[in-house]
C-alpha cells in the first residue's frame, strides 16, 4: 500500500484508509464483534494505518471495537476519532457541544475506549455555531501540549472555518465527502487547504455504496439503514443517477478494473495529499477497494471521466434537512 502525506502535518497514512462506521451503526445491525475484529485486522494486514472511528458510531461502541482490534498493532497505526455532538441518556444524538471542557472529557474518555495513551488524529465532528471555533482549536491545542492528542481534524467545515482555526492550532486533516457524485469540495475547499498545506480525507468515497453498481433500482436496506432518509436515494433520484454508475461501469470495464476501484482510483488522482476512507462489512469488499490504490488514471482517463460526469448531474440532495443542517452551519 502506498503511503501519503496529510498536507503539511508530517502525518502519514496509507492512501486509502478505512471507514469504521458501518461496521458498528449506519447501514444496518452491526458486524458480530468478533468478525468486525477480524476485518480491521485483515486492512493493517494489507497494509492499511488510517483507521477513522467517532465515539458518535454506536455511539461509543465503534471506538471500543477499534481499539480492540488495533490493540496488538498500536504502534503501526493512525487512529482518528472525533468529538463535538452530545447525546442523551438512551444513546440518541442531542445536538452539537464543542465546548472546551466537554472537549476534554471526550478525549479522555476516547483514550480509554481506544485502548490507547494519544489520539493520532482528533477531529471536531460538526462545527458548533454555539462555540467560536478559536475555543475549539485552543483546546484541542492544549490536548496535544498535554501529549494526549498529536493531530487536529475538522470535519465537514467551510473555508472560513478552515481559515480561523488554522491560525490557532494548525490544522492537520479535514474530513468532508467527496466523491464523483459529490464535487462541491472542489469548489472553495480544496484550494483553501493546497493553501494551508491541510489534507483531505474523504469520507463516503464510494456514494455511501451507490457508485459501486450493488444499489440497484429495488434496493433492499435494513430498517436501521440511513440511507432511507437520503433524498438522494429516494426512487426517482436512484433510477436518475443510475446513468452515472453506467458510465462508471463503462470505464472500469475498459480498464478491466471495478467501478468502485475506479471511483478511489479517481480520487486518488485528484490530489497527492488525499486519502479517501472507504468502509466495508465485508473482506472481499475490502481487498477490492484496495486495488483501487494500484491504479493510474491517465489524463485521457480523467478527461473521460470528467466528460461523463458532465453529461449525467447527480440527483437529490446528499443529507436529511436536519443533518444538511448541521453541514450548512
Known amino acids: 500500500m502506498q503511503k501519503r ?6 502525518l502519514e497514512v496509507s492512501a486509502l484508509g478505512l471507514g469504521c462506521m458501518g461496521l458498528s451503526s449506519g447501514y444496518g445491525p452491526a458486524l458480530d464483534r468478533g468478525e468486525a475484529v477480524e476485518l480491521i485486522r485483515a486492512a493493517v494486514e494489507r497494509g492499511v494505518t488510517l483507521f477513522d472511528t467517532a465515539e458518535a458510531y454506536g455511539p461509543y461502541v465503534n471506538e471500543e471495537l477499534v481499539g480492540e482490534a488495533l490493540a496488538p498493532v498500536r504502534d503501526q497505526v493512525v487512529i482518528a476519532t472525533k468529538f463535538g455532538f452530545a447525546f442523551t441518556s438512551e444513546g440518541g444524538m442531542n445536538g452539537t457541544d464543542s465546548r472546551p471542557e466537554h472537549i476534554r472529557a471526550v478525549a479522555e474518555a476516547a483514550l480509554k475506549r481506544l485502548k490507547t495513551d494519544v489520539i493520532d488524529l482528533f477531529y471536531q465532528h460538526r462545527v458548533d455555531p454555539a462555540v467560536p471555533i478559536e475555543e475549539v482549536a485552543g483546546a484541542v491545542k492544549d490536548l496535544i501540549r498535554a501529549g494526549k492528542v498529536k493531530h487536529f481534524g475538522l470535519s465537514e467545515a467551510g473555508a472560513a472555518t478552515l481559515r480561523r482555526a ?3 492550532q494548525p490544522v492537520a486533516a479535514l474530513q468532508s465527502e467527496y466523491s464523483l457524485w459529490w464535487r462541491e469540495p472542489e469548489q472553495k475547499v480544496l484550494p483553501t487547504l493546497e493553501e494551508l498545506g491541510i489534507g483531505f480525507v474523504p469520507f463516503s468515497p464510494l456514494g455511501r455504496g451507490f457508485l459501486t453498481g450493488a444499489v440497484d433500482e429495488t434496493p433492499k436496506f435494513d430498517a436501521k439503514d440511513f440511507r432511507h432518509n437520503v433524498p438522494r436515494f429516494r426512487a426517482a433520484a436512484r433510477k436518475a443517477n443510475h446513468a452515472l454508475v453506467d458510465e462508471v461501469v463503462r470505464i472500469a470495464a475498459a480498464k478491466r478494473a471495478t467501478p468502485a476501484q475506479i471511483a478511489l482510483a479517481w480520487l486518488l488522482a485528484q490530489k ?7 468502509g ?3 473482506l472481499q469488499r475490502l481487498e477490492e477497494n484496495l486495488g483501487g490504490a494500484a491504479i493510474e488514471l491517465t489524463a485521457q482517463d480523467l478527461a473521460e471521466i470528467e466528460a461523463a460526469l458532465a453529461r449525467t448531474p447527480v440527483q437529490g440532495d446528499r443529507y436529511s434537512p436536519y443533518m444538511q443542517a448541521l453541514v450548512d452551519r
Open 272 to 278: 497527492p495529499w488525499i486519502a479517501p476512507i472507504p
Open 280 to 282: 466495508t462489512t465485508k
Open 166 to 168: 488554522h491560525a490557532v
Open 5 to 10: 502525506q496529510l498536507g503539511k502535518s508530517g
